[in-house]
């Protein structure tokens, strides 16, 4: 069965996140966009872990679904669309991210590692060794002073059938190979527990191309996930598969990196990213990392040291040259949210009305977001919608996109458009 699947994101329970990340609009946000497996996100705070086990309920092994009584067939979702009772019910997964902060090496760690576990019995026994490190209940993603290895050495020690992966692996401040507090290998960081680690998660300011040319990034599975805050956000990055629908198929597909289940990933273009480029967001310095070489890592403007980037740490690891590709590897897809699509087509923003009408006329009619932003055919979407918006659609879908790279926790922007060409294309459409 192929299916989408977006593991890492947060509940209500976790900072800077919306109250509407609970199950009901989280089940109702992955059924408009087309994903089939979500993570739960923040099975260690206990609230949050009351909540799940009182509202899902088994599915398939390792899988979990909403309650017949909180999953109402009636009930409407933004887009207008019911959800179903169907075999498009949304699945479960139990995932949490922890935040390790921590001493190595004579330097400060900050690594967040998302943890996947199949049963709510092997989610409980985690919790309970890390509530006596920690407190839970602080936060949905909690901060526990407590070695990334160490981490490992628990949750595996619990269950072997628990996945450890680090999490958006070269975010400068919390990514495994951030250039603020990460490490240069996977080894340096778990050391005899590395052959535990099967993969990693891009994060939304890289994607596989650059993260295949550092040694590691060769040798392990490269995972894509949301990392949402909100609803709207699932799926910004994702994973495809075809495996049966259950936990250790999805973990196996992963382990072995079989392209045969573990079909590809959907990924931001990396460029978009917060930490793409170095840069100094209080002076709006943004540089490449030959332009940040030349003035020795410290901003132009005031003086201080600038925040390396992504692109500029690939470079420091890298062993393998621009557009290398390993022998074993998962394909990629990179994609703009539909919204953002529709917003530049219509030289809008996103959250107006008429963005969001036509976002909702396009799910009405085909389904879902991805199947509108992977499969739909042209012929298709230019009779369903205005020609600017079918040819952003295209565009995307092949690459053809103008980039401003994002540097220092600063979105970059992705343009599909040049000033004034929507006009232009649906001037086009008129005389044909």
Same mark, same amino acid.
């Given at each position: 069965?192929?299916? !989408?699947?977006?593991?890492?994101?947060?509940?209500?329970?976790?900072?800077?996140?919306?109250?509407?990340?609970?199950?009901?609009? =989280?089940?109702?946000?992955?059924?408009?966009?087309?994903?089939?497996?979500?993570?739960?996100?923040?099975?260690?705070?206990?609230?949050?872990?009351?909540?799940?086990?009182?509202?899902?309920?088994?599915?398939?092994?390792?899988?979990?679904?909403?309650?017949?009584?909180?999953?109402?067939?009636?009930?409407?979702?933004?887009?207008?669309?019911?959800?179903?009772?169907?075999?498009?019910?949304?699945?479960?997964?139990?995932?949490?991210?922890?935040?390790?902060?921590?001493?190595?090496?004579?330097?400060?760690?900050?690594?967040? &590692?998302?943890?996947?576990?199949?049963?709510?019995?092997?989610?409980?026994?985690?919790?309970?060794?890390?509530?006596?490190?920690?407190?839970?209940?602080?936060?949905?993603?909690?901060?526990?002073?407590?070695?990334?290895?160490?981490?490992?050495?628990?949750?595996?020690?619990?269950?072997?059938?628990?996945?450890?992966?680090?999490?958006?692996?070269?975010?400068?401040?919390?990514?495994?190979?951030?250039?603020?507090?990460?490490?240069?290998?996977?080894?340096?960081?778990?050391?005899?527990?590395?052959?535990?680690?099967?993969?990693?998660?891009?994060?939304?300011?890289?994607?596989?191309?650059?993260?295949?040319?550092?040694? @590691?990034?060769?040798?392990?599975?490269? &995972?894509?996930?949301?990392?949402?805050?909100?609803?709207?956000?699932?799926?910004?990055?994702?994973?495809?598969? @075809?495996?049966?629908?259950?936990?250790?198929? !999805?973990?196996?597909?992963?382990?072995?990196?079989?392209?045969?289940?573990?079909?590809?990933?959907?990924?931001?273009?990396?460029?978009?990213?917060?930490?793409?480029?170095?840069?100094?967001?209080?002076?709006?310095?943004?540089?490449?990392?030959?332009?940040?070489?030349?003035?020795?890592?410290?901003?132009?403007?005031?003086?201080?040291?600038?925040?390396?980037?992504?692109?500029?740490?690939?470079?420091?690891?890298?062993?393998?040259?621009?557009?290398?590709?390993?022998?074993?590897?998962?394909?990629?897809?990179?994609?703009?949210?539909?919204?953002?699509?529709?917003?530049?087509?219509?030289?809008?923003?996103?959250?107006?009305?008429?963005?969001?009408?036509?976002?909702?006329? =396009?799910?009405?009619?085909?389904?879902?977001?991805?199947?509108?932003?992977?499969?739909?055919?042209?012929?298709? =979407?230019?009779?369903?919608?205005?020609?600017? &918006?079918?040819?952003? !659609?295209?565009?995307?879908?092949?690459?053809?996109?103008?980039?401003?790279?994002?540097? @220092?926790?600063?979105?970059?922007?992705?343009?599909?458009?040049?000033?004034?060409?929507?006009?232009?294309?649906?001037?086009?459409?008129?005389?044909?």
């Amino acid at each position: 069965m192929q299916f !989408i699947a977006d593991f890492h994101l947060h509940s209500k329970y976790s900072r800077a996140t919306s109250p509407q990340m609970d199950l009901g609009h =989280l089940a109702q946000a992955a059924q408009i966009k087309g994903i089939k497996v979500l993570g739960t996100g923040d099975f260690t705070h206990p609230e949050w872990l009351k909540n799940l086990k009182e509202k899902l309920e088994p599915a398939e092994p390792g899988l979990y679904k909403l309650k017949s009584q909180v999953l109402n067939p009636k009930s409407q979702t933004s887009s207008g669309s019911q959800i179903s009772n169907s075999e498009n019910e949304i699945r479960f997964i139990l995932t949490a991210e922890i935040n390790c902060i921590y001493s190595k090496k004579n330097r400060v760690r900050k690594i967040h &590692i998302v943890v996947f576990t199949p049963s709510f019995e092997i989610a409980e026994k985690i919790n309970a060794h890390l509530g006596w490190i920690g407190n839970l209940k602080a936060d949905g993603r909690p901060i526990l002073g407590l070695d990334a290895k160490e981490l490992a050495k628990i949750v595996l020690g619990i269950s072997e059938d628990c996945l450890v992966v680090p999490a958006h692996c070269l975010t400068p401040w919390f990514g495994i190979f951030g250039s603020k507090s990460g490490f240069d290998s996977i080894e340096e960081c778990f050391g005899d527990y590395s052959k535990y680690i099967f993969a990693l998660e891009t994060g939304l300011s890289a994607d596989p191309l650059m993260i295949w040319r550092i040694p @590691d990034g060769q040798k392990v599975a490269l &995972i894509s996930n949301s990392d949402a805050h909100s609803p709207q956000k699932i799926g910004r990055e994702a994973n495809v598969f @075809d495996t049966e629908l259950d936990y250790s198929a !999805i973990a196996e597909a992963i382990k072995s990196k079989n392209p045969q289940k573990f079909l590809y990933t959907i990924e931001f273009f990396p460029q978009e990213g917060k930490y793409h480029f170095d840069g100094h967001r209080n002076c709006q310095v943004s540089l490449s990392p030959a332009e940040s070489k030349k003035y020795n890592n410290i901003c132009p403007v005031c003086g201080k040291l600038l925040t390396i980037g992504v692109l500029n740490r690939v470079e420091e690891l890298a062993d393998r040259p621009e557009g290398f590709k390993p022998d074993s590897y998962i394909p990629f897809k990179s994609l703009v949210p539909l919204e953002e699509i529709i917003a530049e087509a219509l030289e809008m923003t996103t959250g107006t009305k008429e963005v969001d009408k036509e976002y909702k006329n =396009l799910i009405e009619k085909f389904g879902n977001e991805f199947k509108i932003l992977i499969e739909v055919p042209f012929s298709e =979407l230019e009779t369903a919608t205005l020609a600017e &918006i079918a040819e952003g !659609i295209i565009r995307v879908r092949e690459g053809k996109v103008q980039t401003e790279p994002g540097y @220092d926790g600063v979105f970059g922007k992705i343009r599909i458009f040049s000033k004034g060409e929507q006009k232009f294309v649906s001037k086009q459409k008129t005389l044909f």
